[in-house]
RNA sequence: GUGGCUGUAGCUCAACGGCAGAGCGCCACACUGUGGAUGUGGAUGUUGUGGGUUCGAAACCCAUCAGCCACCCCA
């Protein structure tokens, strides 16, 4: 490729067979969040850096997003993430909206993050919130949400997992084990990293950061407590209602489940893959009720999720469950043109098709048929039609299914009809 | 921000110090009113860029840019 200005980083062209991909996957999430109640929004894809400040992850403000100052000299940020701008609606009009509300989203996010697998710059991401319920069965019926997602498009348990915790339980925890309030976000990113190092290291790590061997001793075994969730009532009416709306099978306790964002505030929860091969967490999400409260709002208990495309796609692909049968080209008819002197009658029939509510090519210039019919093939018409001098001069058209290769002459008022017979599969 | 790998035709790649190639795709013809198949022929390159070593560099060295992968972090 010579000359060509290359695409921004991290970024991704989505050709027509791409973007049908995307738009099967939007129109599977908007099902599945529609069964369930919810609507459709979305916010600006500009906000100010201030509504991230403080909010969401130190590194995600600092270190990852977009930030430019615009022409009035404010700070501008591309949003890293939907969460805050949701606080920020809900918030604006609290006194007139109706709660519990239910609302998803899907749309583009940026990251300025080194590109990897299953990691770009840019990326989609659908959203699923509830707003105004603080009950664990509110918990599980967003974690449901995506559980179905999963159920819809084929995944099964055996390929991906729902992990969940409670960061009250696991603060009570703490708080049993005397770990300082100040040394918590350290000590949950240490628990977060404990699979990624060998033993030693990891115990090591943990005595940096100040914790004693008793206090190490005490994680080690509480993170090993697949009961631990007993201890936690709310996880206790989590399962309940889990297991009421059928999908315990995708879902298990797991108290090494910390999540990145600050905001989180009860039960959290991501999404893996069982087998580890893709080692990217699919989704992640949880309770957040002091968020509205932070942005100016009065409080209000909340609890989402938010899950990117890139690596569901990943997961989808690697098992075979992205639809092969996409349409990508929206015509099944083609109107070849037979000479320069008969290409309006070429125009003005594809145009009466049209009218009559068919989805019409017209090629576009003279050209020699099997030129026009390869053409065909490769657009995947399933009907092409021919005006030539023998059929002009009588008013008709010769209307050809490409797929059985066979032929009629019709009126050119009746070529409608004979090519919605053959888009029908019925026999001539 | 740190580290590793890779840049050759439109695409996938070969050539690994001695004439820059193959497959696929593309174009034409066989087939001047009908596609998919087949056959024959044809076009296509500053070997990412800049410098160096050498009689000779796509290959070796340095720099640079880009892509991928991993760490970090996260959707």
């Not at 390929?159 to 770990?179: E, G, K, P, T, W």
Request: charged share 25%.
């Amino acid at each position: 490729m010579k000359n060509v200005i290359p695409p921004v980083k991290g970024t991704r062209d989505f050709y027509p067979e791409q973007m049908a991909v995307r738009t099967w996957l939007y129109n599977t999430l908007r099902q599945v969040a529609e069964s369930f109640g919810y609507q459709e929004w979305e916010a600006p894809i500009l906000e100010t850096l201030d509504l991230y400040a403080a909010k969401s992850g130190e590194e995600l403000v600092k270190e990852q997003s977009y930030v430019f100052t615009d022409r009035g000299g404010d700070q501008i940020t591309l949003r890293p993430e939907l969460t805050p701008s949701l606080a920020r609606l809900v918030a604006q009009k609290q006194g007139q909206l109706t709660f519990p509300l239910r609302w998803w989203s899907f749309g583009p996010f940026w990251r300025y993050e080194r590109p990897q697998k299953g990691r770009t710059r840019e990326f989609f991401q659908w959203n699923v919130d509830m707003l105004g319920a603080d009950s664990p069965e509110a918990d599980a019926e967003n974690v449901a949400v995506l559980a179905t997602f999963f159920e819809r498009v084929g995944l099964t348990p055996e390929q991906v997992i729902i992990l969940v915790s409670d960061r009250r339980l696991m603060d009570a925890q703490l708080d049993r084990f005397d770990v300082p309030k100040a040394m918590r976000p350290a000590v949950s990113s240490w628990i977060d990293r404990r699979e990624k190092l060998a033993p030693e290291d990891w115990e090591a790590y943990g005595r940096e950061l100040g914790l004693t061997n008793a206090q190490i001793a005490n994680l080690k075994a509480m993170l090993g407590d697949k009961e631990l969730w007993r201890q936690s009532p709310e996880q206790v009416r989590f399962y309940r209602a889990i297991e009421a709306l059928g999908l315990s099978h995708f879902v298990q306790f797991d108290p090494s489940i910390v999540r990145g964002l600050l905001y989180y505030t009860g039960t959290v929860f991501e999404a893996w893959e069982v087998g580890g091969e893709i080692r990217r967490s699919i989704l992640g999400g949880g309770r957040y009720d002091n968020l509205l409260a932070d942005v100016g709002g009065d409080p209000l208990p909340a609890v989402g999720f938010a899950m990117g495309d890139v690596v569901i796609t990943l997961i989808l692909e690697k098992y075979g469950l992205l639809p092969t049968d996409l349409q990508v080209n929206p015509a099944p008819v083609l109107v070849t043109v037979f000479d320069e002197e008969r290409q309006l009658a070429s125009l003005r029939l594809a145009a009466d098709l049209r009218r009559k509510g068919l989805n019409v090519v017209c090629y576009p210039e003279a050209a020699k048929l099997p030129k026009q019919f390869k053409y065909a093939d490769r657009i995947g018409a399933r009907v092409a039609l021919v005006l030539g001098p023998d059929e002009a001069e009588k008013g008709q058209a010769a209307v050809k299914d490409l797929s059985s290769g066979e032929q009629v002459i019709v009126q050119q008022e009746a070529a409608a009809a004979a090519i919605r017979k053959i888009l029908a599969g019925v026999p001539s």
